[in-house]
């Protein structure tokens, strides 16, 4: 298969290392379009959202099909421009300079048709075990959630940091406590997994602990607002 | 060194494995003190926070050392009751039937004297390569930064393994993703490691999210509130 990966981000640059060898992989500038190969089976647009429709503009018609990489945005925009198009999201978090083991990557599929389906399918299989379909509501449910579960986590971990650095302690301290919480969730469901003062509806540790954020009114709020939700979510089960 | 451990829960369970063969333990029941040595250097109350004191009114005095491993209670519980006393806190969530690298679990110590303290340090150190002081204060902190972030990360993991559910996906499907989160920030702060459409001030994003969330009110209050956060985050930054 002939690839034109027209980006230079992350997600294109991991793409590009994935494919190589596995299919005639192109490296297109996404500004200028050199290198880009009319011929191609496939183009992919790996750049960020904003974006993608105005690079898709550009492209000239092609036999081939184009598609784009994220997760919020829908294949639709491709429509109109591009007969053949589709999506093809990988659900990831892609950093420079880290290998990644590519075939544990989740690929999710969308296209215009079923010829392109295919084609993207088998493109997809080609670097992962673990690739399906899903159009474009779906794909946006799947960012959604990916939002809660990565970049939320993340920002708590940040505020975690935070408190911890105040009080004389390093977020190295935590880690083995996080390795711990995040294989517990692969062995059950976060529901069954859910430990804390929260959980056990302990009002005693919650509002001290609240009371204690009182120099941080964010965190504060963001503390009330969990605490209440994860109390709430077992009220219905006891 | 003659250790009691007085209880018979998840850290109780964990803790006698740890120290099996490195010292002389004791497993005692907390209800009725049975197999309790009143000779012993350390007396551990591993018990649920509430239950702590009672357990620690019915200990009859005795010339070693009464800890308790919790995270939120003041070692002040204690004081009083038995002349020597301290805390022996783990940080690390532990659960039934699963075997963990005791060796990187850190320990925090407090104790009532300097010989207590010594001898507290001396038995993490026989387990822990990770062991370092904590007051009562200080240990309140560590449990706050925990509870953001592992009780409520895992909260969100709930969270989003609905939002999947719902439309078909298993939580499996963003194991990889959670994965490669955590490893990013044993590498860079949770600050640098921040990604998504809130990091960005991607309001075109957040704000269909946001609707998208409208049949889970409690869920779409947590995206605004957490959006709002990250976003105010690295407006100072910018």
Same mark, same amino acid.
């Given at each position: 298969?002939?690839?034109?990966?027209? /980006?230079?981000g992350?997600?294109?640059? *991991?793409?590009?290392? +994935?494919? &190589?060898?596995?299919a005639d992989?192109?490296? =297109?500038?996404?500004?200028?379009?050199?290198?880009? %190969?009319? #011929?191609?089976?496939?183009?992919?647009?790996?750049?960020?959202?904003? +974006?993608?429709?105005?690079?898709?503009?550009?492209?000239?018609?092609?036999?081939?099909?184009?598609?784009?990489?994220? !997760? @919020?945005?829908?294949? #639709?925009?491709?429509?109109?421009?591009?007969?053949?198009?589709?999506?093809?999201?990988?659900?990831?978090?892609?950093?420079?300079?880290?290998?990644?083991?590519?075939?544990?990557? $989740?690929?999710?599929?969308?296209?215009?048709?079923?010829?392109?389906?295919?084609?993207?399918?088998?493109?997809?299989?080609?670097?992962?075990?673990? =690739?399906?379909? +899903?159009?474009?509501?779906?794909?946006?449910?799947?960012?959604?959630a990916?939002?809660?579960?990565c %970049?939320?986590? %993340?920002?708590? &971990?940040?505020?975690?940091?935070?408190?911890?650095?105040?009080?004389?302690?390093?977020? /190295?301290?935590?880690? $083995?406590?996080?390795?711990?919480?995040?294989?517990?969730? @692969? +062995?059950?469901?976060?529901?069954?997994?859910?430990? !804390?003062?929260?959980?056990?509806?302990?009002?005693?540790?919650?509002?001290? *602990?609240?009371?204690?954020?009182?120099?941080?009114?964010?965190?504060?709020?963001?503390? %009330?607002?969990l605490?209440?939700?994860?109390?709430?979510?077992?009220?219905?089960?006891?």
């Amino acid at each position: 298969m002939k690839i034109n990966i027209i /980006g230079n981000g992350n997600v294109a640059t *991991h793409l590009g290392k +994935a494919l &190589w060898g596995k299919a005639d992989v192109n490296n =297109v500038n996404s500004r200028t379009l050199e290198n880009l %190969n009319v #011929d191609a089976d496939i183009s992919i647009i790996s750049v960020s959202d904003n +974006a993608i429709e105005e690079v898709a503009d550009r492209i000239p018609p092609m036999p081939g099909i184009v598609a784009h990489t994220s !997760g @919020s945005v829908p294949m #639709d925009i491709l429509k109109g421009k591009h007969e053949r198009c589709g999506v093809f999201y990988p659900l990831q978090t892609f950093s420079k300079d880290v290998e990644l083991d590519y075939a544990k990557i $989740p690929f999710f599929i969308e296209a215009s048709d079923s010829l392109s389906e295919k084609k993207l399918l088998e493109l997809a299989e080609s670097i992962s075990c673990n =690739v399906r379909l +899903a159009n474009s509501e779906e794909r946006k449910a799947l960012h959604i959630a990916s939002v809660f579960a990565c %970049n939320f986590t %993340n920002h708590l &971990w940040h505020i975690s940091d935070t408190l911890l650095k105040e009080n004389g302690f390093t977020f /190295g301290m935590i880690l $083995p406590l996080l390795e711990e919480t995040l294989r517990k969730v @692969s +062995a059950v469901s976060p529901f069954e997994a859910q430990t !804390g003062p929260a959980r056990r509806n302990d009002t005693k540790v919650t509002e001290a *602990h609240s009371r204690l954020l009182s120099a941080h009114p964010q965190y504060q709020e963001i503390y %009330n607002l969990l605490t209440t939700s994860i109390s709430n979510s077992y009220k219905c089960h006891q």
